[in-house]
């Protein structure tokens, strides 16, 4: 495929004047849209059913036809789309006396304004040429206003859409030859972008010819797809107009169910299917290019490079890439374009002898196929890449014969292969790139095996062997000539197709492309002889020319100048002469280097030249440098420092500059003499210097020295009981600066261990035993007391509360005794079905006159005991009384609840029905509350062992 340059920015655009008038006839176009013209003029006429009139208007043409009506539109501008970049011309056809034209143009749905454009007017009607359309004229609307001195008509508007690019299907007898230049032949398909309506670029895949398969092109930019064609069925191409916004791209072949190619290694048509693609990033429309198996190997290398992290595909984290989404396309630069079409070819050419190096690696080849006969590719760029890319479809079949398509196959597997930019059968995960299929190749082998079928192809499809490259049989000879004579260098070189480019003093010489080449000017000449295979550089001749020597003679004289230190003066002289030579000294000394009419220094003193030649030496006269220095620049300042009382430390500063002075301040005071870059002191403050030289003075920053005590303990750790397996913490407080600590344990018999990390003023430990700290500094160190951590035991009761038996109205004091530490205390009572805690009673005694069970719970942080259970037996002296009678009762239904209230101890009650002068007990009811549903007369007798009380006789009543 050929891809298109950028065109030139386009010249500015000349608005239409509605008054413009006719420009000069167009030749045989114009002649032509004339004749053309005139047939669509007799329609018109007769349509206006002005016979005899029309038919004399027709005699005429437009121009003078004598017809005197208004205008007529015969045929109005037509609709066009163009590729940006290109021209576009529209051109409305009419006929009328007089008439005069106004283009008009509007963007999209605005108004209408006059049209910008070149106008060009004919008998017949009107022409407007708008140059290099840019994207954003796509949807400009134009029309024209014709008018004469009858009337006036406004022709129907035409649209001018702009696209990117467009591709499209060949014609099938379109033909097409690669030239040796390069370039495209084919008449309207082939060329620039830039032309009319034929203008166009080839395109198509490199496995052979491509019949039949989709070239598709979108742009990286923003993934707008441009075009899709079928490649020709017989060339194999495709035609793509690119405008030169379009790069970078990428060109994608599709297979479909129709689509075939030629393999080389099969030596016939093949089918591709729909599950292939192929793929080239185009980086810009300036040379052929094509999809090819290298092109897609630069594909998956871009993808695998910059779209994820090659390390993590190394890792197994992120899988290959094999191709891109939309999204991801415009995520790719052409920087990085470049650099992954820059790592294949390197890595592709490393593996090709120099006559087959490709300048590109989507270089579109020479499409052939088996009707291809010698002579088909000839020793140019495409020539060498069909070479190539049918030498490796041609390698994979010799090397794997069981290969149905083997230039398929090794475009998957080189493609895989170079994900890592190296041909060694890994890809970039380290997997194998021969998994899933047979292989196509051999890494060992691959350069031996391509060169071989790449020679192959060229014995079968070209002119010749590839042409060695050049050698030289006759080397250029040095030459003396006089000032105004001219000399020819000649070379003379062995080989075909070479080229020549001549080279004076290193720089090619522009024009000079022949075998000899003829100079007036001294220096030294090679020439640099090359062809496809290679390029060989000839010996240096050196041309000599003697001028006529006239003595120097000194016209300006160098001056003195002042500079700032670092910087730098030139001296120059100027001196009338030929073949002058210049030597610079400094205060008398030459200076080895400085041999030129002029001479740059940063170094103060003074200068003179001498000038001369064959003829003799003039001597300059003196100029001085004066360096004026900059002030002192501080590249280290001083650093706080901390020493022990006694010790020394040493301040310093580090500065740039010449002549540079010191003097140390402590705070605002200056320190007599101290005038050095450093200084040392024993004494505590704030110290800073100043640097001086006569360009100025700098201060630095404030260091501070700070002089250590020897560390005093003032707060000692304090031993410390915790609860089994809990963890005890020792601290220390301590005076003095920079304290450093470290805790010690003590083992009797033992020397103290120092503890791994126990390095701060506390220390936390869960292991019992005794411990101290070592606090220090540089001026020395304090050790602190021993402190020592224990654990808590569960408490241990020595003597159980005791029973007890107490008269009514007494108490009795229950106590325990128990060992432990920490203790508390909580008596609780057995309240019938439960032990019940008493409130407040957590002493190690309980005083009580309530009868029952007591036991006490002692506790501390290491666990708790249950004391034996005490009962106190209260005897009763006081007989029961009744304090509150049981009341009659009258209800309507249901049953009624008589109810006493008596003190008393261990009270027991009995109720009783009184039945005329007799009283039965009713079985159950033994407490102080009694419920019936029976009418009748009731009592109740509370007794205990001192005595017993009758109630009251009560009655039951239904109403």
């Not at 998956?300 to 197994?316: C, E, K, W």
């Not at 007369?937 to 001192?946: G, R």
């Amino acid at each position: 495929m050929t891809l298109l340059s950028p065109h030139p920015t386009a010249p500015a655009s000349i608005p239409v004047s509605p008054s413009a008038r006719r420009s000069a006839p167009a030749g045989a176009r114009i002649a032509a849209r004339r004749r053309s013209a005139l047939s669509r003029a007799l329609l018109a006429c007769a349509a206006l059913v002005l016979v005899a009139l029309a038919l004399a208007a027709c005699g005429g043409g437009g121009g003078g036809s004598g017809y005197d009506g208004p205008p007529v539109v015969l045929t109005p501008p037509q609709s066009a789309t163009r590729v940006v970049g290109q021209s576009a011309v529209l051109r409305v056809e009419a006929v009328g006396d007089g008439l005069s034209f106004e283009w008009q143009q509007r963007h999209g749905s605005g108004a209408w304004e006059p049209a910008n454009g070149t106008m060009v007017i004919d008998a017949f009607g009107s022409e407007l040429s708008v140059p290099s359309v840019s994207f954003e004229q796509n949807e400009t609307y134009y029309r024209v206003r014709i008018q004469n001195s009858v009337g006036q008509v406004t022709s129907d508007e035409a649209r001018l859409n702009v696209v990117w690019g467009v591709v499209e299907t060949l014609e099938p007898n379109t033909e097409f030859s690669f030239l040796n230049d390069g370039g495209f032949g084919g008449g309207d398909d082939g060329g620039s972008a830039a032309g009319g309506d034929g203008a166009g670029v080839g395109a198509g895949g490199g496995l052979g010819k491509t019949l039949q398969v989709r070239i598709a092109l979108a742009r990286t930019l923003d993934a707008t797809e441009l075009g899709s064609a079928l490649t020709g069925a017989t060339s194999g191409l495709v035609r793509i107009k690119a405008g030169p916004g379009t790069a970078p791209a990428l060109l994608t072949l599709n297979g479909t169910d129709s689509s075939t190619y030629f393999d080389e290694g099969k030596g016939s048509l093949l089918p591709i299917g729909p599950e292939q693609q192929l793929h080239s990033l185009v980086l810009a429309f300036d040379q052929h290019l094509g999809i090819t198996t290298i092109s897609e190997a630069a594909y998956r290398y871009a993808l695998n490079h910059f779209l994820v992290d090659p390390n993590q595909v190394r890792g197994g984290a992120t899988p290959l890439k094999r191709r891109a989404t939309a999204e991801e396309l415009t995520r790719l630069t052409p920087e990085q374009i470049e650099q992954a079409h820059q790592a294949i070819l390197a890595e592709i050419n490393r593996q090709l002898p120099a006559r087959y190096q490709l300048v590109s690696v989507a270089t579109l080849p020479t499409p052939v196929d088996q009707n291809s006969g010698r002579g088909t590719i000839t020793n140019n760029r495409y020539g060498i890449m069909q070479a190539v890319t049918g030498g490796l479809a041609l390698a994979a079949g010799r090397f794997n014969g069981a290969l149905d398509r083997p230039a398929l196959t090794m475009a998957a597997q080189l493609a895989d292969d170079l994900t890592d930019g190296v041909i060694d059968g890994r890809r970039l995960d380290q997997g194998s790139a021969f998994e899933g299929g047979g292989a196509a190749y051999d890494p060992s082998t691959f350069a031996a095996d391509l060169t071989a079928a790449a020679d192959a192809q060229f014995e079968q499809y070209g002119d010749d062997s590839v042409v060695s490259a050049p050698t030289i049989t006759e080397q250029p000879l040095s030459a003396t000539i006089t000032e105004g004579g001219t000399v020819t260098l000649v070379v003379r070189a062995g080989g075909s197709a070479l080229a020549y480019q001549w080279f004076r003093d290193g720089a090619a010489i522009e024009g000079a492309t022949s075998s000899s080449h003829t100079t007036g000017t001294a220096g030294t000449y090679h020439a640099v002889v090359s062809n496809p295979s290679g390029s060989v550089t000839s010996a240096e001749a050196t041309v000599t020319v003697s001028p006529n020597v006239e003595a120097p003679s000194i016209t300006r004289q160098p001056a003195s100048a002042t500079v700032n230190e670092g910087g730098s003066a030139t001296f120059r002289v100027e001196a009338a002469g030929t073949d002058l030579a210049y030597q610079w000294f400094r205060a008398g000394e030459a200076i080895a280097t400085a041999t030129a009419a002029s001479f740059s220094t940063g170094t103060a003193g003074t200068y003179h030249v001498e000038v001369s030649n064959s003829a003799g030496s003039v001597r300059s006269n003196n100029a001085t440098l004066t360096v004026t220095l900059n002030a002192p620049v501080i590249t280290q300042q001083p650093q706080s420092v901390t020493i022990a009382s006694g010790e020394t430390a040493t301040l310093s500063v580090q500065a740039s500059g010449t002549a540079l002075a010191y003097q140390w301040f402590s705070g605002n005071a200056a320190i007599q003499g101290a005038t050095g870059s450093s200084y040392a002191t024993g004494t505590a403050g704030s110290y800073r210097v100043e640097v001086r030289n006569s360009g100025g003075s700098v201060s630095s920053e404030v260091a501070t020295v700070t002089v250590l005590s020897k560390p005093a303990i003032t707060r000692q750790p304090a031993s410390v009981t915790v609860p089994q397996g809990g963890t005890g913490t020792f601290s220390v407080e301590a005076t003095g600066g920079g304290l450093a600590y470290q805790w010690y344990a003590t083992t009797p018999g033992a020397a103290d261990q120092p503890i791994s990390g126990a390095t701060s003023a506390s220390y936390s430990t869960t292991t019992a035993g005794t411990y101290y700290v070592i606090v220090s500094n540089r001026a020395g160190e304090a050790r602190s007391n021993n402190a020592t951590l224990s654990f808590e035991s569960r408490p241990v009761i020595d003597s159980q509360p005791q029973s007890a038996s107490i008269k009514e109205g007494d108490t009795h004091v229950f106590s325990v005794k128990a060992s432990g530490s920490g203790l508390s205390y909580q008596w609780e009572v057995f309240a019938g079905q439960a032990w019940s805690v008493i409130d407040k009673a957590t002493g190690p005694t309980h005083s009580t006159g309530v009868a029952g069970s007591y036991r006490v719970v002692v506790r501390n942080s290491a666990g708790s005991v249950t004391s034996e259970a005490a009962t106190l037996t209260v005897t009763e002296t006081r007989a029961p009384v009744i304090t509150k009678q049981p009341q009659s009762l009258l209800i309507n239904s249901g049953s009624g609840t008589f109810s006493v209230e008596a003190t008393g101890l261990n009270l027991q009650y009995q109720w009783y029905q009184a039945v005329g002068e007799e009283s039965r007990a009713i079985p159950g009811q033994t407490g102080s509350s009694f419920t019936t549903g029976q009418s009748g007369s009731y009592y109740v007798i509370v007794s205990n062992k001192a005595g017993s009380a009758r109630s009251e006789t009560v009655t039951l009543r239904l109403g």
